[in-house]
């Protein structure tokens, strides 16, 4: 599928079924982050018993081709905020209005909860997906480092 031969219309925007988790895994290890159908099962679970999150698909004739995880984030110091985590559109149907459609459904999701602000954060080296973003309406407000240690 390329993104010549999709168009608005033809992209339905819904929760995330247990029956995408190949297709879920398969965009996730275009992310960069490689996974298994079963791990995805278990994940997408999760994710359905949390009131506080959300997994949804992009879908065009039948296939998931792009999704994102909407999550209300919380930490003392601040407050609560609703974030999208994870959004990948496929390799292949990327520049087609897929990731805006994803984006616009994660901000009425956010308004509809009573929020005014939604974040995403984003892997610096992913310059591409800045630019998406800005033109988005999003505004960079914040740099930082993640540092792991392996326990």
């Excluded at 031969?5 to 965009?27: H, P, Q």
């Excluded at 930490?75 to 994870?86: L, S």
């Excluded at 616009?104 to 610096?124: C, D, H, I, P």
Aim: overall charge positive.
């Amino acid at each position: 599928m390329s993104k010549q031969g999709i168009n608005a219309s033809a992209v339905t925007i819904r929760a995330a079924k247990e029956s995408d988790a190949d297709a879920l895994a398969d965009l996730c290890g275009q992310l960069g982050y490689p996974t298994d159908q079963a791990t995805m099962v278990a994940r997408l679970r999760e994710a359905s018993d949390d009131r506080h999150r959300a997994v949804i698909v992009a879908e065009v004739n039948g296939r998931a081709v792009g999704c994102l995880e909407l999550a209300e984030q919380s930490a003392f110091e601040n407050g609560t905020w609703p974030e999208i985590r994870g959004l990948v559109v496929d390799a292949n149907c990327r520049s087609g209005g897929i990731g805006a459609a994803l984006v616009g459904f994660a901000k009425q999701w956010s308004r509809e909860r009573g929020f005014k602000t939604l974040r995403v954060r984003t892997n610096e080296i992913r310059t591409r997906t800045h630019a998406f973003y800005e033109r988005e309406g999003f505004t960079k407000t914040k740099s930082q480092r993640v540092y792991d240690i392996d326990l």
